[in-house]
């Protein structure tokens, strides 16, 4: 299926997003992104400016993850957010809904949150993804959640976090490839082989989060 790594490589979102994260750190994952012409590095927001310029003469994106890891912030913080992000060079968006208003039954929350992210993302010309966190709901709310954006629009619906108590699985993605419509769908959480990235990608999804990008590719070239 894959040509060679970098057709690998352009699938990846390059993940870094510790609490202990240091400039060293995010100088690396830049030069790791660089090095294996990734898609994007996915970091947390105070690092968008420092990347953004890391990667100033490369075609990779910088993206931001918003209200993350548990998506309990307001609408209004999570769009302040969104925005500010933007402003700092962000070229894609993750964030994640509010689980609280899923489990409480509020999907005109959830849809309100969405539809205001997304909009500020597409006045921008931003990449938008919504993480559902998997783990966390029942098969009825993922078909839910996937319904909504396949109104709403967003680029991508994500799995997971990587935070939450369990990862992407294929019953998950599956369910949201069935009813997202042409939404596209991002894996996330767990993925660090390459049979199981490929078996992702096999099924349609079109970006994987992943901090284990070199290991996946290594592994690939070790096969050819």
């Given amino acids: 299926m894959f040509k060679n790594e970098y057709e690998i490589a352009s699938y990846i979102d390059h993940t870094f997003l510790k609490a202990y994260a240091s400039v060293d750190d995010l100088k690396k994952l830049c030069e790791q992104?660089?090095?294996m012409k990734v898609k994007m590095v996915a970091i947390n927001p105070a690092w968008v400016e420092f990347c953004k310029n890391e990667l100033k003469d490369t075609d990779i994106h910088v993206g931001a993850a918003i209200g993350f890891p548990l998506g309990q912030n307001t609408i209004e913080t999570k769009y302040f957010e969104?925005?500010?992000?933007?402003k700092k060079g962000a070229d894609e968006i993750d964030y994640v809904i509010n689980i609280s208003n899923v489990k409480?039954?509020?999907y005109d929350l959830v849809k309100e949150e969405m539809q205001k992210i997304v909009s500020l993302c597409k006045e921008n010309d931003v990449i938008s993804k919504v993480i559902f966190e998997n783990c966390y709901l029942n098969k009825e709310e993922i078909v839910k959640l996937s319904?909504?954006?396949?109104e709403v629009q967003p680029d991508f619906i994500k799995t997971s976090t990587g935070f939450g108590s369990g990862n992407a699985t294929f019953e998950d993605v599956k369910l949201m490839l069935n009813n997202c419509g042409n939404v596209?769908?991002?894996a996330a959480g767990?993925?660090?082989d390459?049979?199981?990235f490929k078996k992702m990608?096999?099924?349609g999804v079109k970006r994987i989060g992943t901090s284990s990008g070199i290991q996946i590719i290594n592994e690939f070239l070790n096969r050819k």
């Fill in 33 to 35: 992104a660089r090095n």
């Fill in 82 to 86: 969104t925005m500010d992000a933007i």
């Fill in 104 to 106: 409480d039954n509020k």
């Fill in 147 to 150: 319904l909504i954006a396949k």
């Fill in 184 to 186: 596209y769908v991002k």
């Fill in 190 to 192: 767990g993925i660090k």
């Fill in 194 to 196: 390459f049979t199981t």
């Fill in 201 to 203: 990608i096999d099924l």
